[in-house]
């Protein structure tokens, strides 16, 4: 199978690249490329020209994630594309599934009249194709069943999501709350995340609850985590959202600061944006920081839903290390003891709940960490709320500015090495 020869992000680079060129209405064709990320934009239309000769075919698509597609017309887009494929490649590596070849699509091509005149091999198997030269496809059986996040979303904001529809299969760990588990979800066979929390409320309430959860459906930015739905059983809801392959940020231990600085970024944007829609997240802290082998950072478990808070509340013990002092001394909560917790939650070595209600601000041991970092968590943890650097002035500084480069592929090496790791301690299955 493909999938046995692919090893580790930086190694998947130097191994068979499968395409499968999409033909209108007609199927598609595989082809399959020994020389991976230097194949040429050039080669690529070489190839279609084979594949479609009465057309003029002068690029191509890919559909990313949402399903949206994106046009490939030079070698720099192409190499964006393969950064893009080999990092869902790790991802269904993680999970177990089964590889799918690159889908392309040629642009501005006729329907093209016969076929298959230059002798090309029918594959009619379900994988991935292991011939060299292109080879047509029929049913394409694994593809089409497959349905898109953007598809996905629209099935599950339909109010489709129930407890019979979901396998749950592994823990991914307990908070205050609940419980969070690696789902199946069995309509459009994506995995999910599911929190599970117990909760001894009347059905008002439960009511209360689902229609403050609506506005999640709302929440449309790349740095939150998608959410697919809720429905509560007997006594208990649960939450569909997302998964992420990479898992919250506690679980990492030392994070090195260029790649620190890349989730800062997604972090402060993800918080921007939901201020945005006048949201305060009130629960920043690492272990609702969630990455992926793609790269993304996500915030999750804000809170959208007060009488969520209130009920999980009720059965909450103690205080969490991450809080503003102003909360914890019982005063009003804004979008600065948000900005509190994002300083404290990049700042190793936490000090002791006490030290921060009692005495000065912490500071990071100097030395090791570069000056605009130290500036920026010491600014985000100033003990005054106000003088806490406002959402623009976040955005603006320089430790955020320096990072801001868009290069998700220093975070997915970063997660999947790590990964690899945590899977080589693990001893083999
Ligand atoms: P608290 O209840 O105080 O918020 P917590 O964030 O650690 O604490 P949960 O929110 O219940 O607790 O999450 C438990 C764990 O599940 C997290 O630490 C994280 O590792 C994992 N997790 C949560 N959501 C996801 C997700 N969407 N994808 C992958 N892992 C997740
Ligand atoms: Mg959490």
């Not at 959208?304 to 290390?321: E, F, R």
């Not at 700042?347 to 970092?373: A, N």
Request: charged share 20%; proline share 6%.
């Amino acid at each position: 199978m493909l999938w046995l020869a692919f090893g580790p992000f930086h190694a998947m680079e130097n191994q068979v690249l499968v395409i499968r060129i999409k033909i209108p209405n007609r199927g598609a064709v595989d082809w399959t490329v020994t020389s991976g990320p230097q194949l040429l934009f050039r080669d690529v239309l070489d190839v279609i020209g084979q594949v479609l000769p009465e057309a003029t075919t002068t690029a191509f698509e890919y559909e990313d994630e949402d399903g949206d597609r994106i046009t490939v017309r030079s070698d720099e887009e192409m190499k964006a594309m393969l950064s893009y494929y080999y990092s869902t490649v790790m991802e269904q590596q993680v999970n177990g599934q089964l590889i799918e070849p690159l889908q392309i699509f040629p642009r501005a091509c006729k329907p093209p009249g016969e076929r298959n005149i230059h002798g090309l091999k029918v594959n009619t198997r379900a994988g991935p194709s292991q011939h060299s030269s292109p080879a047509v496809s029929d049913a394409l059986p694994s593809n089409s069943l497959k349905k898109s996040s953007a598809e996905l979303k629209k099935i599950l904001a339909n109010g489709q999501m129930n407890e019979q529809d979901i396998r749950y299969r592994d823990t991914l760990g307990h908070g205050n709350g609940g419980t969070v588990y690696k789902a199946y979800h069995v309509p459009s066979g994506k995995i999910l995340a599911v929190k599970v929390i117990l909760l001894d409320i009347t059905l008002e309430l439960q009511k209360q609850i689902m229609s403050e959860l609506e506005i999640l459906y709302k929440c449309d930015s790349s740095y939150i985590i998608g959410f697919y739905g809720a429905f509560f059983v007997e006594n208990r809801i649960s939450i569909c959202t997302e998964f992420m392959d990479g898992g919250s940020l506690d679980v990492y231990r030392k994070i090195p600061e260029h790649v620190l600085g890349r989730i800062a970024v997604a972090v402060v944007k993800g918080l921007t944006y939901l201020w945005s829609l006048k949201i305060l997240h009130r629960d920043v802290k690492p272990s609702n920081m969630l990455v992926n082998t793609r790269g993304q950072v996500k915030l999750c478990d804000f809170g959208v839903s007060t009488q969520l808070v209130n009920s999980i509340a009720k059965t909450y013990v103690g205080t969490n290390a991450y809080m503003a002092p102003e909360r914890i001394s019982g005063e009003q909560y804004g979008i600065h003891s948000d900005v509190w917790s994002l300083g404290i939650s990049f700042m190793e070595p936490l000090q002791l709940l006490q030290c921060i209600v009692d005495e000065d601000s912490p500071v990071l041991p100097v030395g090791e960490f570069s000056e605009p970092f130290v500036h920026f968590i010491t600014q985000c943890m100033r003990k005054q709320p106000k003088e806490r650097p406002a959402p623009e002035e976040l955005m603006g500084h320089p430790f955020i500015v320096q990072f801001n480069d868009g290069n998700a592929a220093v975070v997915s090496m970063w997660v999947c090495r790590a990964l690899e790791e945590r899977r080589g301690q693990q001893g083999p299955p």
